[in-house]
């Protein structure tokens, strides 16, 4: 079983509801892209000796998504599928999500590299092919919004005022 922690820096301000949904849309819009590129590619993780994630991440990684988020949301991962096990609203903000297999830990870190986010990984077995931990920290989540913008080329849902409409 894998664990990605998500760590947001808030400044122990409140949190926009609406950054933190297109936050998660992305996220998981990234994340699946992530798995599609992986699956394209999967005879060389199976053929990799040495399991070492940051080199796999960096041979998956994306510099554009050409499925639309909305279309990549709604895809059904299977046992790739990833859970959201715990949220802390302390500051930092921090979400723990899970999920198995390598193939997960390695989307997770490329969509860490998406977003703009540090990277660190703990404790990866080779042998059942698992990592312990992957670890990302976000300055905001609008930073991390920001990056998703650019590598997906739309902007956010373009806001208006509630008195606009």
């Not at 990833?82 to 921090?94: A, F, G, V």
Request: negative net charge; hydrophobic residues 40%; proline residues 2%.
């Amino acid at each position: 079983m894998s664990s990605l922690k998500v760590v947001v820096e808030t400044n122990g301000k409140g949190i926009s509801s609406y950054e933190l949904v297109e936050f998660l849309r992305y996220f998981r819009a990234a994340y699946v892209a992530s798995l599609k590129n992986i699956k394209k590619y999967e005879y060389q993780v199976a053929n990799l000796k040495d399991v070492d994630i940051i080199k796999m991440a960096n041979i998956f990684k994306l510099s554009h998504v050409s499925d639309s988020v909305d279309s990549l949301i709604a895809v059904d991962c299977g046992d790739s599928e990833l859970e959201l096990i715990d949220i802390k609203r302390e500051n930092p903000l921090s979400f723990t999500f899970s999920g198995s297999g390598l193939k997960v830990a390695v989307a997770l870190t490329v969509v860490a590299w998406l977003c703009g986010a540090e990277v660190s990984v703990s404790e990866i077995e080779a042998g059942p092919f698992k990592a312990e931990s992957v670890e990302i920290k976000l300055p905001s989540l609008a930073d991390g919004i920001s990056r998703f913008d650019f590598i997906f080329h739309e902007n956010s849902t373009q806001r208006t005022k509630l008195d606009d409409n």
